[in-house]
């Protein structure tokens, strides 16, 4: 045996504090408490003059042109470099510091951005380096974080994170740990993840769950981790768990009721210092079906509607339309164009008979049908609209000259700030004080409806919406802007007279509706409340009621067969009728009146469809 070999033997065997050394934590930062619509590089708000010490975890950061994102802060803009800097850092061995550190942390490059990240102590630039964003374990916490390491930092050091010089490349960062190296085992925990979002999903769904890795080192009393709520959206089960070493816990997502969801866990260590897991998921219900009236007689017809899984409350209306003079009860929305590149534009317009002053009026937008129509505010300048004008909202890089002739404002690029900044699945909202008024769009929901299209009020319509009536809305292709900056409503048209408009129990699926007048066609429609979520309304149900000999007209919808064929949908009618196809969010893909015969309609993809055949309504599976 060489001499070399036995120094060895003897030094492992007499030198125990070799195995001893492990890296204890010093710092963490989730930026928990930082908010905006997406995990990951989604959207942001780009506000230079972000104070950290208002929301992070420590107090002591410096930044420049630092954003705040989800759980998560950007780095840089389209032309500035950005840069984080954290506290001093406190090491054990307060003389000499820490022999070497380890910095993880999550992050990825914002879009095709491809510059490398670079981490350094703060005021030695030989210490830099460069860190390529490959993975995009912001958007997906479960991804395993960057590490680098320094060695012989000194007490009171600083990590800062930057893009390279002259770059512009941006970046998010989070769930930033700092750990030094201990010759004597030091207790810690740590976690896979400070975060996890949930994917958007029905109330009907089966629950999602996910695994986050607790591990415990050196722990001598056990791992805590805090009870949820009661009731929660949320619940824990522990998975391979020892008490001292951790584990894995399930979390699982089972809304109770439909809307945004957050919770927040924390698991403690022994030495009292806590780790927060913070949950969030979104879950919502479809729209109701309402169903054919019963019950009719003279004065009374019975409104039914399916049960809907999620769904606290419903809101029934009902009314009847009588031709009268068509006067505008707000200002609208009359106009919405998403086309090729720029071409954007919104309009409103003034039909209520006299001046109105815009100061109370203002635009925003929801993101990528993310829910809150609160984004990319637009404020309607201090001055009066006549009646019968309209005013036109449009890109300034659109490529469209009618756009930009008749555009009342036109407004640039503002950092992803513009009201015109909307790409087909954000909903847009006409706010009075505050208040919504007037809506195009599906909220809350990232299904893509307003892509390549153009939409136009229609010229019957006189009253705003606080929900997406497709039906009021003429669609034309990409870049059909022939009007623009005018609007036409008709002098006389369907004027609705409510007659009931009732918020009822989740656990009723009909309402009785009284004091009506006989041989007279009332309508009537349903939309259900579930959490913050609000569904769009229902198909439109006709009813009639009898005559003073108990009769009512039945011709319309006798002797209907409805079938799907192939991809198409087959509709035998003996007699003249209406015809309406919906899908089960509510959105109309068809409407026409249907000589006799039969008649074989497309559907765009499998799925549910609610038809309406006059007074028919029925529910096809496809």
Not at 159 to 172: D, E, L, N, T, V
Not at 328 to 357: C, D, H, M, P, Q
Request: net charge negative; with cysteine.
């Amino acid at each position: 045996m060489s001499k070399n070999l036995l120094f060895l033997i003897c030094l492992l065997c007499f030198h125990p504090v070799l195995f001893a050394q492990s890296y204890s934590p010093v710092f963490i930062e989730t930026f928990r408490n930082y908010r905006s619509e997406n995990a990951g590089g989604g959207f942001f708000f780009e506000d230079k003059k972000l104070n950290l010490d208002e929301k992070a975890d420590n107090q002591g950061f410096s930044n420049f042109q630092t954003y705040e994102s989800e759980r998560a802060l950007k780095l840089g803009d389209k032309v500035t470099d950005g840069r984080l800097t954290t506290p001093a850092l406190n090491f054990a061995d307060q003389q000499n510091g820490a022999t070497r550190i380890k910095v993880t942390f999550k992050a990825q490059a914002w879009l095709k951005d491809t510059a490398a990240l670079h981490v350094s102590i703060d005021g030695d630039p030989a210490t830099l380096q460069p860190v390529a964003l490959t993975r995009e374990n912001i958007a997906d916490r479960s991804l395993a974080p960057y590490e680098v390491y320094f060695d012989h930092v000194k007490q009171g050091a600083k990590i800062k994170f930057s893009s390279s010089k002259g770059s512009y490349a941006r970046f998010f960062i989070s769930e930033i740990t700092i750990s030094e190296l201990l010759d004597t085992p030091a207790s810690h925990l740590t976690l896979s993840t400070n975060w996890h979002q949930f994917a958007d999903r029905l109330t009907t769904d089966t629950p999602h769950s996910a695994y986050i890795t607790v591990t415990g080192v050196n722990q001598t009393t056990p791992i805590r981790i805090n009870p949820l709520s009661s009731p929660s959206h949320f619940t824990i089960e522990k998975h391979n768990w020892n008490d001292l070493t951790g584990g894995q816990l399930k979390i699982t997502y089972t809304p109770l009721f439909a809307g945004k969801h957050e919770e927040m866990i924390e698991v403690t260590d022994q030495d009292n210092f806590v780790h927060p897991i913070n949950l969030r998921g979104k879950s919502r219900i479809t729209t109701p079906v309402a169903l054919a009236a019963t019950d009719i007689t003279e004065q009374s017809f019975r409104c039914n509607w399916n049960a809907l899984t999620g769904a606290e409350a419903y809101l029934l209306k009902a009314y009847t339309l009588e031709e009268a003079p068509l006067q505008a009860t707000e200002l609208f929305i009359s106009k919405y164009v998403e086309g090729y590149s720029n071409n954007r534009a919104i309009e409103i317009y003034n039909g209520t008979g006299k001046a109105v002053n815009l100061a109370e009026y203002a635009i925003f937008m929801e993101n990528n049908g993310m829910g809150g129509i609160d984004k990319n505010k637009f404020t309607f300048p201090n001055r009066l609209l006549a009646h019968g004008e309209t005013y036109l909202l449009t890109d300034a890089n659109a490529k469209l000259t009618e756009l930009k002739e008749a555009a009342d404002t036109i407004i640039g690029y503002s950092n992803a700030g513009s009201i015109l900044y909307f790409t087909g699945n954000d909903a847009i909202g006409l706010f009075k004080n505050g208040q919504l008024i007037d809506l195009i769009g599906y909220e809350d929901n990232t299904e893509v409806w307003g892509q390549d299209k153009t939409f136009y009020r229609k010229a019957n319509v006189y009253a705003p919406q606080q929900k997406f009536y497709p039906a009021e809305w003429s669609e034309y292709p990409k870049d059909y802007v022939t009007g623009a900056g005018t609007h036409h409503m008709d002098a006389t048209g369907p004027v609705r007279r409510f007659v009931a408009e009732e918020i009822l129990d989740a656990s009723q699926t009909s309402f009785v509706i009284t004091g009506l007048e006989s041989d007279k066609t009332y309508y009537y429609t349903v939309m259900a409340h579930s959490g913050d979520i609000k569904t769009p309304y229902s198909n439109l149900i006709t009813a009639k009621t009898t005559t003073a000999t108990g009769m009512t007209d039945r011709k319309e919808h006798s002797e209907i067969t409805i079938s799907v064929i192939g991809g198409q949908l087959s509709v035998s009618t003996a007699t003249p009728v209406s015809a309406q196809i919906m899908q089960i969010n509510g959105k109309t893909i068809y409407r026409a009146m249907l000589p006799v015969g039969t008649h074989r309609i497309n559907l765009p993809a499998k799925g549910i469809y609610i038809v309406q055949t006059g007074n028919q309504t029925t529910k096809v599976i496809y």
